[in-house]
């Protein structure tokens, strides 16, 4: 009765509050109001002790004596009785259709609902008639569960511990005992009553000890676990034991990186193998009739022979195993390996998984699991072997990317160098036959790494296989030796954004196995170039811009003018604030840009620091100009209240090159700090939504190829104030179209009802001038369970069509919570730098066409060096972009308020001229 909602309380229309009074006996309760039902006592009212003596003594006298049934009777009563006797004498239809009847007439939302929560109970018994009553929610009898779950254990003292349910039993038991031998010895009333509201309170205590005030609580303090506390949370028994189990076969290690291994490899200390294997070892051993029994058996494992070490050897093959890493935020968070036998004691990683795992080296572990059925074996090779896995589910993008030092090795390598006066290239211009020759010359020292040099080579142009002669680096030819033949020639410079799309292309074009090849070679490739390189950096590779003391006076100067018009009172404090704020932003995007040009022009390019970022190895423009720019502007220390984060005006002019003032320290230690406190307390949050959302989504599975709906969404580009978030190409790869789509210029069909938009199909769509398309959508899916294949669209994870059976709302909750929690776990704060985007500030014609505009209102102004413009001063001003022979709506765009429009209403533009600009 002390759960919400109260389904006691909901048969007889009783608050919580006042059961509580009758159960602990502190009200007597009217059940049966009799001939008093003139006197104005009412069935369930409340009636204290006096008022009841006062009731009894005023009654006649052969009232006392009639049958309980009959209706003149007046009965009262209190205690748990009291409620028997209620609830055996409701009438559930008579009640069901009251209730109904209140429920349509209520006029109060709440009262209804009240009434509508009743009614469910109600129903609810009446469906059950014949098996429940409602008089047997008042318990007789207590269960008492086995021994084994509340077990006495001795301990080393000659006493015992207990499990706290035995001592709330104990208790109950007294006391049911002592009033037992207080009935058979006829007690006073209000002895026994006092009894008999301890012996509830210790039933109470027994189920559920957590939700009482004044909770049992043992000697040192602790509040008593019942039966209730022992099974919820994730400590209880269904979390706890009975969905979370821990299982033999498995082990775990701290990882360190095998950079030797193959893809599909890991590597696994000796030790942990031969006790992970041990019953595999054992059977081997009596197969080949070294030993007889199975403890002698166990002997020789225990001891190590070095005849284990070859059984094991033998047992390994074709036996993956399972590696782990806490916590799994994504289903790439366990893969399968084929296991090496290594030395040490710790297992080693293929450096290219770590991004799936999301692990590192700084003393992370992993464990280990055994796959043991034949079924299981078969399963984690077919689609739990890393080289299986090289998209990332959800988005499929590939995740097995070279990172970090791969990366600053590859673009290192596949950079060019022209020759200066005073450094000069060795055999820049050259031109070779063939790749081969390009390897033996650099092998013989004739030519640099880095030289630009014209070599023939296998490509493909437009899908056709041609040999030209192309100008390109030493260092990107060697590179290409190990790029599989159908992909072509790669000519570019290497950066981890480009590696992910040729690894796409490459897995794309010559499958998985290929690509597998194709990855371990660039990551030996990368390794090796970036220690060959010799890539640190030293403090004087970290450039101060000759600028800065410029650009910071400059500053000064604006602001100095913005305090003397607020002074004047020409503008508002707010004003004043927000253009301080504006002025120090735009100091510090000058800065960082100008610093950039410095840094890339210094040594060509070749500036350590510089490499590292633009190679996307490590580092952000953010850090590198708090490196050597300037801190810039620091956000409040305080809770982000209505007016949003504020930012302090004063920026930290220094860098960390030249070291901060104390004050400067002082303010930027608190970004850092709270970004920490931050994490702390938000990582929770985000595992728990991750678990939420698969709860949610769990039972959504693709159950069919086609439901035949004929409903679907529309798609359109995202766009955030004229800027293309998310490209309509991005949107609909991958689905499936719900009617056919036609050029609108030409009239030609790009694409069928129902078929799949491949890459080649979106692209074309995103050329035309097609502004949206309508796409089939899970959403509007018609499958009876799950969700059918045509409306999900691809697998990312494979770059095909779904398949039956394919877990799709795992997969999704998978995808939104792990990135979720990624964030939270990386303080992204730049140690709490304030920063200002400069937004989008003019509109430029996509398209040639007639320039038609509704809705406008605008007044002209003399402009100095553009003639006269037209300022806008409607908010609702639309410009569509008309083709002049079919007369379509080629783009649409809304100008903003206060816009200076440079065309005419009905004028023709041509495409990339200016149409408007306006203040960001």
């Known amino acids: 009765f002390r759960s919400l909602p109260n389904k006691i309380g909901y048969l007889l229309g009783l608050p919580t509050k006042k059961l509580d009074s009758i159960i602990y006996y502190e009200r007597y309760v009217v059940i049966n109001p009799g001939i008093k039902e003139a006197d104005g006592v009412k069935y369930l009212s409340f009636i204290t002790e006096e008022e009841y003596l006062e009731i009894m003594e005023s009654l006649p006298k052969e009232n006392q004596h009639l049958e309980d049934s009959h209706p003149d009777k007046f009965i009262a009563d209190m205690g748990a009785e009291a409620l028997f006797r209620l609830l055996s004498r409701i009438d559930l239809d008579e009640m069901s259709y009251s209730l109904r009847y209140q429920a349509s007439i209520e006029t109060s939302q709440q009262r209804k609902s009240e009434a509508l929560k009743r009614l469910q109970v109600v129903e609810a018994f009446r469906d059950s008639r014949n098996v429940n009553k409602p008089e047997w929610m008042i318990i007789k009898v207590v269960p008492v569960i086995p021994p084994e779950l509340r077990p006495l254990v001795p301990l080393d003292g000659g006493r015992f511990a207990t499990s706290d349910l035995n001592d709330l039993y104990r208790r109950v038991i007294i006391r049911n005992n002592r009033l037992k031998r207080l009935i058979e010895i006829k007690a006073p009333e209000v002895i026994l009553r006092n009894e008999k509201r301890m012996l509830q309170e210790a039933v109470d205590s027994l189920f559920d000890n957590s ?32 969905l979370g189990k821990r299982v033999d076969y498995s082990a775990r290690s701290v990882i360190v990186v095998g950079p030797e291994l193959d893809l599909h490899e890991c590597g696994l200390p000796k030790d942990m193998a031969a006790e992970l294997y041990k019953p595999f070892i054992i ?75 999301n692990a590192d080296f700084d003393g992370d572990q992993m464990a280990v699991h055994l796959p043991l059925g034949n079924s299981a074996i078969l399963e984690a090779q077919m689609l739990m072997l890393a080289s299986h896995n090289i998209l990332n589910p959800a988005n ?60 023939k080579v296998k490509d493909f142009v437009n899908d056709e296989c041609v040999h030209h002669i192309i100008e390109t680096t030493v ?94 009172g020409f503008i508002t404090n707010n004003e004043r604030y927000n253009q301080i704020i504006d002025i120090w932003t735009h100091v510090n995007a000058r800065l960082t840009q100008s610093l ?58 220094s860098n960390f090159k030249e070291g901060l003032s104390v004050l400067e320290y002082f303010i930027s230690t608190h970004g850092a700090r709270k970004g920490l406190a931050d994490t702390a307390l938000k ?57 056919n ?73 998978q995808s939104i919570g792990e990135p979720g929690t990624q964030l939270t776990l ?20 996509r398209y040639g066409g007639i320039a038609v505009i509704d809705e406008l209102r605008s007044v002209p102004k003399k402009n100095a060096d553009k003639g006269s413009v037209d300022i806008v001063i409607g908010r609702l001003a639309e410009l569509r972009i008309i083709d002049k022979k079919t007369g379509i709506a080629l783009t649409t765009h809304t100008i903003p308020y206060g816009s200076r429009l440079y065309i005419k209403p009905g004028q023709e533009v041509e495409k990339g001229k200016l149409i408007c600009e306006w203040d960001p």
């Open 211 to 242: 939700r009482k005030a004044n909770a049992v609580k043992t000697d040192a303090n602790r509040p008593l676990k019942s039966l209730s506390d022992s099974l919820k949370g994730k400590q209880g028994r269904f979390r706890q034991n009975l």
């Open 826 to 845: 990386r303080t992204f704060h730049v140690g709490g730098t304030a920063s200002n985007i400069t937004a989008e500030s003019r509109l430029v014609a």
């Open 475 to 568: 260092g990107r030819v060697i590179f290409n030796q190990y790029v599989p033949e159908e992909v072509g020639f790669i000519n570019e410079l290497l950066t981890k954004k480009s590696l992910r799309d040729i690894i796409g292309r490459v897995l794309k074009l010559s499958g998985m196995a290929k690509t597998a090849e194709f990855l371990d070679a660039i990551k030996n490739l990368g390794f090796d170039s970036a220690f060959r390189g010799g890539l640190s950096f030293n403090l004087d590779d970290v450039i101060i811009p000759d600028e800065k003391a410029k650009f910071v006076t400059e500053g000064y100067d604006h602001v100095d003018e913005v305090s003397n018009n607020y002074s004047m």
């Open 283 to 357: 059977r081997k051993l009596i197969e080949r009739g070294i030993v007889k029994t199975v403890k002698s058996a166990k002997k020789i494992v225990d001891r190590k022979d070095p005849v284990v070490w070859d059984i094991l050897e033998n047992v390994l093959k074709g036996h993956p195993v399972l590696l782990n890493r806490a916590p799994t935020l994504h289903r790439l968070g366990i893969q399968a390996f084929q296991p090496k036998l290594i030395e040490g004691k710790a297992i080693q990683l293929h450096p290219l998984v770590c991004t799936a795992f």
């Open 683 to 739: 990582t929770a949050d985000a595992g728990y939504l991750t678990r939420r959302l698969v709860d949610v989504s769990q039972d959504v599975i693709i159950t069919e190829e086609d439901c035949g709906t004929l409903r679907g969404l529309v798609a359109v580009a995202i766009k955030k104030n004229e800027e293309v978030v998310e490209t309509l190409y991005e949107r609909i790869l991958g689905r499936t179209t719900v009617h």
């Open 741 to 813: 789509v036609y050029h609108p210029l030409t009239g030609d069909l790009i694409v069928g009802t129902g078929q799949e938009l491949t890459e080649e199909l979106a692209h074309s769509i995103e050329d035309s001038p097609i502004e949206q398309v309508e796409i089939r959508s899970v959403l509007t899916c018609e499958s009876k369970k799950g969700v059918c294949a045509k409306c999900y669209g691809r697998n990312l994870a494979t770059g095909h069509m779904v398949q039956k059976g394919e877990a799709v709302g795992v997969i999704a909750a």
């Open 596 to 653: 950039m040009k410095q840094l890339s022009a210094d040594k060509q390019g070749f500036n350590s620091v510089y490499m590292m970022l633009d190679s996307g190895a490590r580092g952000s423009k953010e850090q590198i100009r708090q490196l050597s720019g300037m801190r810039g502007l620091m956000a409040k220390p305080q809770k982000s209240t209505a007016t949003g984060p504020e930012i302090i005006e004063n920026p930290i002019l």
């Open 396 to 455: 499929g993008a590939p995740i097995t990317v070279p990172s970090q030092d791969m990366v600053l090795g590859l673009y290192y390598i596949t950079k060019g160098k022209k020759s200066t006066e005073t450094e000069k290239v060795k055999g820049e211009g050259l031109t070779f036959y063939s790749p081969e020759e390009v390897n033996i010359a650099y092998n013989e020292g004739k030519i640099d790494l880095h030289a630009i040099v014209r070599v």
